[in-house]
């Protein structure tokens, strides 16, 4: 089975003592047999997303199994549709936000904005909706735009809320990660396999937990294949890996 | 992998969450698949909700299964009960050890009424299982830790996103012992807390039912931990520390 993981990055943190480093990030992958991920530089998230975007460009050019997730903070404002813009245009997959961690709301007119931009270029988003009520404040501030998005950081305690508002936007999408219920992989399917993606945040975090979750769980060979990997090729347009050695 | 797999934080019962609970045949079937030798279960009713009925339940629920051992569930907010529930089950063979959930308890651990519960199960020369979830809860536990220093106490979640302080007050604390089970699985944990500790003082343990043993197995494996190390940290740690017999 191909495995691709949405939801990898690589840097420094200055909050964390962890080896977060690419040569790490690519040296995990490889030991788990990942020939796919979706990458980004932390300095995109903690620093500024124009040179983020330059480092996580760099690395996946050096790196063929790595594909660009361009990320934006929003608070920037000035340019910040120039730059969602300009990323598309240079070959990256989609996007990636981080409202919690930045400290912007997701009911705000700036997501709005960033919302509107990233359709704009017909790529998706993944965006953290870790708080109780985030995915439904999601759901309205997307309301009228079809952009593929992809929720991120629900938690068992959230995770329901999510699916709620799944059920209601059908191009909204919802990442693996933290998947620990029992028979929570079923549950989460029922909205159908094709909606779920597996990330996994390596380095900082173990890669096989929610992976190890899916393959055990009830569903069909097919549906494990779409959500390990097969979703995310068809969402973020990626090659095969079978053709891309 | 060894074969002496024991899990030292087992629940039983249901959750409000999206997945699917069980009763006592839940805790069995993960053994079952999982090659869990024994479990160690405390009550998620007695936690949440009313500790002495969950306490019963789960005694009547383990009964006829001797790979299953139970927690007493204690609480701070009720002490006298606490001491009574203890010395009901202790003389039950399946209940080794106590389990205080400070959050559920609306008691932290350095609250002023915790030291007396603390005391009381000292006395009864029985460990605990002590939900432990940020840096001050694992500063607090330590500070319980150092004035009761034969009692033995087990940090569940490894201090939660406080892993590293629990780390570092374990290395200060020779009674206290850690186990990582945790929904958010931040790498290294436990190989730096094998290689600070010793894997003489770092247990298995999975937080089923609320989670399928599955999840922190993988983590565990992922680990990659020596023979040696894995025979201790997987099984043979929680046999010493509660005194556990296999069937």
Known sequence: MQITDIDTHFGVDPGSDLDLSLGNLVSILRHHGIRQALTHALSGIQFDHATGNDDTWAACQAHPELFPIATVDPRRFVGMEAEIARRAEQGFVGYRFYPQRQGWAVDGQLCRR???????????????????????????????????????????????????????????????????????????????????????????????????????????????????????????????????? | MTEWLVDAHQHNGPWPFPGRFGDVEMNLHYLKRDGIRAAVISSTEGIVSNMTRGNARLGAAIAGHPELYAYVVVNPTHLAASCAEMDEYYDNPQFVAAKIHPAYAKTPLSSPNMAPLIAEIAKRGRP????????????????????????????????????????????????????????????????????ALGPERVLFGTDATLFDTMYMLSLYREANLSPAESRLVMGENALRLFGLRLP
């Open chain 1, 114 to 245: 960033l919302l509107q931009a990233v359709a704009q270029t017909g790529k998706p988003a993944i965006i953290s909706v870790a708080g109780a009520g985030d995915p439904t404040r999601l759901l309205r501030a997307a309301e009228g735009l079809e952009l593929p998005l992809v929720l991120s950081g629900t938690s068992y305690g959230t995770v329901g809320e999510a699916l709620a508002v799944l059920q209601e936007a059908p191009n909204f999408h919802l990442q693996m990660h933290m998947v620990a219920l029992p028979f929570q992989v079923e549950e989460m399917a029922a909205v159908g396999a094709a909606r779920l993606l597996f990330g996994s945040l390596t380095p900082a975090h173990y890669t096989r937990p929610t992976w190890a979750m899916i393959e055990a769980s009830e569903l069909s060979d097919a549906d494990k294949a779409l959500i390990l990997g097969g979703n995310a090729r068809r969402i973020f347009n990626l090659p095969d890996p079978e053709a891309h050695p």
């Open chain 2, 128 to 195: 605990a299982l002590i939900h432990t979830w940020g840096a001050g809860e694992v500063r607090a536990l330590a500070n319980l830790a150092q004035r009761w220093p034969q009692w033995k106490v087990l940090m569940a979640h490894g201090g939660g996103d406080a892993w590293r302080e629990a780390i570092e007050v374990a290395q200060q604390t020779p009674n206290i012992y850690l186990e990582f089970c945790c929904s958010a699985v931040e790498r290294g944990k436990v190989e730096r807390a094998i290689a």
